[in-house]
């Protein structure tokens, strides 16, 4: 607290390297698709029928990250559901130049 009785708060600048951390950006290709979905881009991959939805809400690094897609990829080979990616930031993303790539194996 200031010497008037008020709370005061100075703040810290924050590395986004330091966030993002250990993030790679992997190479391997997503088996989905990109629709329209509402009027929003959306990346699909279609499951098996009468096994559901689910809807992944994008990070800061957007709806076209390969490592999402990948993960929508896996939930549905899992599930059997058809996932959905939906771009609900409206193509609004953090960049990934700063991001190194790995490859799946």
Do not use: C
Not at 15 to 36: D, F, K
């Amino acid at each position: 607290m200031s010497s008037s009785g008020e709370l005061s708060y100075t703040p810290r600048p924050i590395s986004l390297v330091n966030i993002v951390r250990p993030v790679y950006l992997h190479t391997a290709q997503p088996s989905g698709s990109e629709q329209e979905i509402h009027s929003l881009p959306t990346y699909v991959t279609t499951g098996e029928a009468n096994r559901g939805i689910i809807v992944i809400i994008p990070d800061m690094f957007g709806w076209q990250l390969p490592n999402t897609r990948l993960l929508a990829d896996k939930i549905r080979r899992e599930t059997g559901a058809t996932v959905y990616v939906p771009d609900f930031m409206a193509g609004e993303l953090l960049i990934l130049l700063f991001l190194p790539v790995r490859s799946l194996r």
